[in-house]
Each structure stands twice: as structure tokens, then as C-alpha cells.
């Protein structure tokens, strides 16, 4: 499989990734409600979304560590909601945070990638910094 066949736009507001067997939201959670969020009141919006039964399915989470570095790659470019540059396929709608929570933990706080240089960041869980979260679900 090429990079260029690994992310399919499915229509819907989702992006499956053929390679890892994910189903991404297109969108993130800034994109969705205009808002941060920190690690917490991401329960929030996941819990609304799995409520609207998003694209069909309930069992929308939080990537983990792996799932959500996976969509950093240097060769692939899209813009974050400040208009500059992120490293992350284009088959995700434009606009986003450019930034994404994650599942992993310790301690108080949460792991957060950055798609603007692929860094790894660990604030507080209580943090209201300027993060989303990108929601995804495995599929088989």
C-alpha cells in the first residue's frame, strides 16, 4: 500500500486509515465547537458524540499514544486554524487545533501530540490550554 492509499475520505465525516485499521473523525473537537478542551471535558465530547451515533457508530474514543503520532508524517501537509503549517494528511479537514489529546496517562496528567513538529507534550489533565481532542474508533 502507497502513503497516498492509506487515509480514505469516506464521505461521512470520518477518514479510515487502511494501514492501522482506524476510523478517524475528519474533524476535531475546536473544528466541531469553537472550543478547548481540556483532557477532562473531553469525556464531554465524546459522550456527545457516541450519543449522535456519529457516522453510524457509538464507540468513538480518545487515540492512544501510537494511534494518534501515526498521523504525524513530515511528508504530508495540512493547514491548523491559525493557517499554518501542520504535518497531517490533508484527508483530514483543515482547520483543526493541531493538536490532539490522548488516552496515555500518569499521574494528574495526559499525553498531548502536536502535529505542528510531532512533539509530546504531558499537561495537567485540568489544563486549559489550547488542545482538542481528534476522536477515533478501530475497526476490523
Do not use: H
Not at 484527508?91 to 496517562?105: H, L, N, V
Not at 494528574?108 to 505542528?116: C, F, G, H, N, R
Amino acid at each position: 500500500m502507497t502513503e497516498t492509499q492509506r487515509f480514505q475520505d469516506n464521505g461521512d465525516g470520518t477518514v479510515t486509515d487502511r494501514q492501522l485499521n482506524l476510523m478517524w473523525k475528519k474533524t476535531d473537537s475546536f473544528q466541531d465547537t469553537g472550543k478547548w478542551v481540556n483532557w477532562l471535558k473531553t469525556k464531554n465530547y465524546r459522550e456527545e458524540i457516541n450519543r449522535r451515533n456519529f457516522a453510524g457508530y457509538a464507540d468513538w474514543r480518545l487515540p492512544n499514544r501510537t494511534e494518534a503520532l501515526s498521523l504525524f508524517d513530515l511528508n504530508r501537509k495540512n493547514k491548523d486554524k491559525y493557517n499554518e503549517e501542520i504535518y497531517l494528511d490533508p484527508a483530514f479537514e483543515a482547520g483543526s487545533a493541531g493538536t490532539t489529546w490522548t488516552s496515555d496517562t500518569k499521574d494528574s496528567a495526559a499525553l498531548v501530540i502536536q502535529y505542528e513538529d510531532g512533539g509530546e507534550v504531558w499537561p495537567s489533565q485540568y489544563s486549559n490550554m489550547n488542545m482538542a481532542a481528534r476522536l477515533v474508533r478501530s475497526i476490523a
